[in-house]
C-alpha cells in the first residue's frame, strides 16, 4: 500500500524559506505524478503545485509561482517542495498526493488524486 509522509513544516518569519518533504513507501516516486495542495486556517484546501511522474512538467498556483519548486528525489523516494520568500498568506497545513496520472485539467482538484499524506503545518509570520 502506498503511503506518504510529510515533513518539515514549522515556524518561520516572513522572507524565508522552508523545505518541505513527502517520503514514499509501498511505491517507487518515479511511478507517480505528486502534487501539493495546502490548507490555510477556515479555508478550503488549495492547489500548490504539481509535477509529473518524470519530472518534466509541472503545474503551479499563481500565488506561489517563482516561488516554490517541485522536486522529485528517486533515490531517496521522496518529493520535496521548496518554498522562498515566505508570506503570511503561505500560513497552512501542506498536504502532499500521489496518483499514476497526469491530468493538466483536472489537476487542480483534490478529487484526482489517490493517495494522500496526513499533512505538515506551516506558520509564517509576519
Known amino acids: 500500500q502506498v503511503q506518504l509522509v510529510e515533513s518539515g513544516g514549522g515556524v518561520e518569519q516572513a522572507g524565508a524559506s522552508l523545505r518541505l518533504s513527502c517520503k514514499f513507501s509501498?511505491?517507487?516516486?518515479?511511478?507517480?505524478?505528486v502534487v501539493w495542495f495546502r490548507q490555510p486556517p477556515e479555508k478550503e484546501r488549495e492547489f500548490v503545485g504539481a509535477v509529473n511522474w518524470d519530472g518534466g512538467r509541472s503545474k503551479y498556483a499563481d500565488s506561489v509561482k517563482g516561488r516554490f519548486t517541485i522536486s522529485k528525489d528517486n533515490y531517496a523516494n521522496t518529493v520535496f517542495l521548496q518554498m522562498n520568500s515566505l508570506t503570511a498568506e503561505d500560513t497552512a497545513v501542506y498536504y502532499c498526493?500521489?496518483?499514476?496520472?497526469?491530468?493538466?485539467?483536472?489537476?487542480?482538484?483534490?478529487?484526482?488524486?489517490?493517495?494522500w499524506g496526513r499533512g505538515t503545518q506551516v506558520t509564517v509570520s509576519s
Open positions: 498526493a500521489a496518483a499514476r496520472k497526469w491530468s493538466y485539467g483536472l489537476m487542480t482538484d483534490p478529487r484526482e488524486w489517490d493517495y
Open positions: 509501498g511505491g517507487t516516486v518515479s511511478s507517480f505524478s
